[in-house]
């Protein structure tokens, strides 16, 4: 049981106080948009204007904030998606492809049972979208654990395969006809539709996804399983050596991962399109993979990294319309945020040296 001990003492932001954890992560956003600023006066506009449009458009108002909202969802799923496997050693950057693959098995059920009653589809388009997310990253990490291809670049380039197979059957046996000008498959019925909240666009997407971050946190902090897939991550020759099946938990953590962020591409079609379409994702699934690096698989930082980077991505529309940016000046600002993070450690652990 050395590496298992070993292990837990090793893990910091989990076992991290909330309140730290969340000042870390304040300094970190406060530290980042004063340099944005500085940015933006070098460029001749005026920084605190231009950050004050950008937080009132997507905080000061209910609208607002609701879409925020509705922007954070996938990357919570997305997140996760990465954050799992990337606790026993593997790096997942398919998430992006895995999200296509559970929207379309989804999408299928949906249009497969459009005479189900909401208790029975929905369950069971939340299965397929499970279902889908994990044949994908079954593929790459079966590969892994064979010891043939590192799953970096076949998660990756299976991001590129998964939007092709979705269009194929969006141009083709799906495509609705003669209702739209745009590919895509007809609407779904009501009853495949995700329940929304307070008459926005939020939908029971967040509360899943809530769960299952808090899930995340739980089983990694307290249980074995959570124990045995840190000492994988940190040893995998030491952890077979003390008995720990890490094949097993390589292909469970990337498969579990996986459906994770094929619930992602489900909660997507159902509780915003109410349809599938070619491209419907902005690069959730990439955004999700930044988001983990950044806050380190750390449940608090996940949560308050995906919410400031939807904040970040809704406000670049304001800064258009009133600041005459183009919409690209956001990659600066998240850029700038991923600089501030690279610095870290620098800011807060130079006094326990």
Known sequence: MTILTQTRNKISLLNGKPVRVLLRYLVIFGVAFVLFGVILW???????????????????????????????????????????????????????????????FAAGTALAFPQLPAWILLPMMVAAGLAGGAIWAFIPVFLRARGLVNETITTLLMN????????????????????????????????ARLPSFFDTRIHLGLVIGLVILAAYWYVMKYTRWGLEMRAVGGNQQAARRNGIRWTTYLILAMCVGGAIAGLAGM??????????????????????????????????????????????????????????????????????????????????????A
């Open 42 to 104: 070098l460029a001749g506009k005026h920084p605190i204007e231009a950050i004050r449009d950008m937080l009132v458009y997507t905080l000061g108002t209910p609208a607002g904030l609701s879409e925020v909202i509705v922007k954070m969802i996938p990357l919570l799923f997305t997140s996760i998606a990465v954050a799992l496997p990337a606790r026993v050693g593997l790096i997942n950057v398919g998430a992006e492809g895995q999200l296509y693959i559970g929207a379309m």
């Open 267 to 352: 909660s997507e079609i159902s509780g915003i399109h109410g349809r599938l379409r070619p491209n419907f994702s902005p690069g959730f699934g990439f955004t999700g993979f930044l988001i983990n690096w950044l806050s380190n698989g750390d449940p608090i930082g996940i949560l308050l990294m995906s919410f400031v980077i939807a904040m970040i991505t809704s406000g670049g529309d304001i800064l258009q319309l009133k600041q005459g940016l183009p919409f690209a000046v956001l990659n600066i600002l998240l850029a700038i945020t991923l600089f501030v993070v690279l610095a870290k450690p620098t800011l807060f652990e130079r006094k326990k």
């Open 160 to 191: 590129y395969v998964a939007p092709t197979i979705v269009s194929f059957f969006v141009y083709g046996p799906w495509r609705a006809r003669g209702t739209a000008s745009a590919p895509q498959t007809v609407d779904f019925a009501e009853a």
